[in-house]
């Protein structure tokens, strides 16, 4: 497969804080990562709290700067690149839903170009591969958390994305509910033929979700291959440990 998305060297630097002597060290939340997440293919970040996954995927979407480094889309620097223009989703852990907005006016938010018709055929659609077949017209202050996150997927989807970027979106849920909506999200994803980089800290969702899983610890990529592959070759006695192996 060709590659879709490159990260080259890419560091996010927080600037320092404070003034005189309770002034702040600036913080280097990612620190020279280099990756490539390969058309149609989900790649999942894992890392423990503060390791930088979350930063990592934000400057990929243009929400946080870039000290150094690039990213590229189809081999093309986007990092001038405004976020509304890169072509980009996003899912957030909490969703973001618009509460003065029903389910389909959230999900039809990014197609606001298109006709009626067609508009409307892609918030059917997209609700019934989300699993929320008929709920356009539902209040989204009634919905459970998981029916919450699954119009925020289906809002990020709808507009038929270049890359979806997904960050730790089922955390907020159980642990029963979440190892079912991973599921879920596996067959959305692939049904999609969606490329993505996904964000979490849970082993069996990046697991279930992901062709590839990348373990970040203190602002560095230190593992990148299949969960499989990577519990039989951890590479260091830091990353095995954060496996459990």
């Given at each position: ?100 907005r029903d389910v389909a ?107 590839r899983v990348g373990v ?16 039989a070759h951890p590479g ?10």
């Amino acid at each position: 497969m060709s590659t879709a998305l490159e990260v080259a060297d890419l560091s996010v630097v927080y600037p320092a804080t404070g003034r005189g002597a309770s002034r702040s060290a600036p913080v280097t939340a990612v620190d020279a990562v280099s990756l490539t997440v390969a058309d149609g293919e989900v790649l999942a970040l894992l890392g423990p709290s503060g390791c930088g996954k979350s930063s990592l995927l934000r400057a990929v979407a243009g929400l946080e700067p870039v000290a150094a480094g690039a990213v590229r889309w189809a081999g093309r620097d986007v990092v001038a690149t405004p976020v509304h223009r890169r072509g980009f989703g996003m899912v957030f852990q909490d969703g973001q839903l618009f509460p003065f907005r029903d389910v389909a006016g959230n999900v039809a938010y990014g197609l606001a170009g298109l006709p009626r018709a067609e508009r409307e055929a892609r918030v059917d659609e997209v609700l019934a591969l989300v699993g929320l077949p008929g709920y356009g017209h539902r209040a989204v202050t009634t919905l459970s958390g998981g029916q919450a996150q699954r119009v925020a997927l289906a809002r990020s989807l709808a507009p038929r994305p270049r890359l979806l970027l997904l960050d730790e979106p089922l955390s907020a849920l159980d642990r029963a509910l979440r190892e079912s909506l991973s599921q879920d999200l596996a067959r959305i994803l692939r049904a999609e033929g969606m490329t993505a980089l996904y964000v979490t800290h849970d082993h069996a969702e990046a697991e279930a979700v992901a062709d590839r899983v990348g373990v970040m610890v203190a602002g560095r990529l230190r593992a990148l291959g299949t969960m499989g592959a990577l519990r039989a070759h951890p590479g260091d006695e830091e990353v095995a440990r954060f496996l459990g192996v």
